[in-house]
């Protein structure tokens, strides 16, 4: 991430035309869902990039657009799921928007590549899978804030991990039956 000067970091004037405020508008005008609470997530979220210029700047402190990976294993009966070291959930690997991303589906993809070690992953296609909206909370002086957390669908190539503990407490392959019979454990992914 490149800091430009004390507690700024990337501005979208920054990024790539890929992941500029229209490309964002044309995801969500595609993202199709008759869940609920996803249809209030789409208004939170539409309602962000109306009222914000700056789309993924850690410095925007009501929030930020993210990108996430939901990595299916290649007989589509897992995900895999990392146990994230700050916050102390499982979530589907993903993160903030860096500056040499080219697309908001290649950040979720290097965030998946990143903090699994998974050697390759493939994009399902272009569009979004899932969407979220979730509080971060405090932590070292940075306040809470909200991500509008983008998700795409992948398919591993292999199953080998090599994960980066640095970011994670640890990296399971998890049956989607487990993950849908326990929604207290695996409810916030």
Request: net charge negative; charged share 30%; proline share 4%.
């Amino acid at each position: 991430m490149l800091k430009l000067k004390e507690n700024c970091y990337v501005c979208q004037t920054m990024l790539p035309i890929e992941i500029k405020k229209k490309h964002i508008e044309k995801l969500l005008e595609s993202f199709e869902t008759n869940h609920q609470e996803e249809i209030e997530f789409l208004c939170q979220t539409n309602q962000f990039i109306r009222e914000n210029q700056n789309l993924f700047g850690r410095d925007n402190l009501k929030g930020h657009i993210t990108g996430s990976a939901w990595v299916i294993n290649p007989s589509f009966d897992a995900a895999l799921l990392i146990h994230h070291k700050k916050i102390g959930k499982w979530f589907q690997p993903g993160g903030h928007i860096d500056e040499d991303d080219t697309s908001i589906v290649e950040a979720a993809k290097r965030e998946a590549l990143e903090e699994t070690g998974i050697k390759e992953v493939q994009a399902l296609n272009e569009k979004l899978f899932d969407l979220d909206v979730h509080t971060i909370p405090e932590r070292k002086g940075i306040p809470e804030h909200l991500h509008y957390d983008l998700r795409f669908a992948f398919i591993a190539q292999e199953m080998d991990l090599n994960p980066d503990f640095l970011e994670v407490h640890e990296v399971r392959w998890i049956s989607l039956d487990e993950i849908i019979s326990d929604p207290e454990k695996y409810g916030s992914t």
